[in-house]
């Protein structure tokens, strides 16, 4: 079976595409899922951040940075009979076509929305890519869900108004706005190897289990 293909983007720096990406592929290598987590960002988070992992404890998926490639469909193609998921984490700029050419090979487009008004645009704009690439890629799966989850009116709002777009379902996942995906983040791990993030397990093993689902796995 090749590699299940799962695209991390939206338009909008600061919605927490790489802090996804980087859980998401962890969690399904800790759940014994053979991973690679693909950097596409010229700022290269995701690189830096997997790169500052412990050797006692490495993080638990593959990592390989294709920034600055042309053609990272073709590099990534490589790798789809190696790995049971590849995890695709894309650049915020509008202008780059990295988000584009990873929905073309994806099975799941995956828009994290953050807790700003911004964010309403930017699915906009990303939800135009995503229909886009589904022209010549029809069985792309869409998806959207809440990140940086708090309890203040303004978020809930936006979280609603974004729920309610009936061509790209929210999941009932939300990831709270919690220290311990910051403390994963700068360690080189996922949240799950973050001991007494509790709250942050429950939140990202249901995200993995709604992908999962969505996916029919």
């Not at 014994?32 to 997997?50: F, H, M, N, P």
């Not at 390989?64 to 990534?76: C, G, V």
């Not at 220290?179 to 360690?187: G, N, Q």
Request: charged content about 20%.
């Amino acid at each position: 079976m090749p590699a299940k293909i799962i695209t991390v983007f939206n338009q909008k720096g600061g919605s927490g595409k790489t802090t996804t990406a980087c859980n998401l592929a962890g969690a399904l290598g800790t759940r014994g899922r053979k991973t690679l987590l693909v950097d596409l960002d010229e700022q290269s988070t995701a690189t830096l951040s997997v790169g500052a992992a412990s050797d006692d404890r490495p993080f638990p998926a593959a990592l390989t940075n294709l920034a600055q490639s042309p053609r990272p469909d073709r590099e990534i193609a490589k790798f789809v009979n190696d790995y049971d998921f590849i995890v695709i984490d894309c650049p915020p700029a509008i202008r780059s076509s990295a988000p584009s050419v990873a929905l073309l090979i994806s099975d799941l487009g995956l828009i994290p929305v953050g807790a700003s008004g911004g964010n309403l645009w930017a699915v906009q704009e990303a939800k135009k890519l995503a229909l886009n690439a589904q022209i010549n890629n029809p069985d792309l799966k869409l998806r959207s869900f809440a990140n940086m989850d708090q309890k203040v009116t303004i978020v809930q709002q936006i979280f609603e108004a974004a729920g309610q777009d009936e061509d790209i379902p929210m999941l009932k996942t939300r990831l709270g706005f919690r220290t311990a995906y910051k403390e994963a983040e700068v360690s080189g791990a996922t949240v799950l190897q973050v001991k007494g993030a509790k709250a942050a397990h429950k939140e990202v093993n249901s995200l993995v289990d709604e992908i999962l689902k969505v996916l029919g796995e």
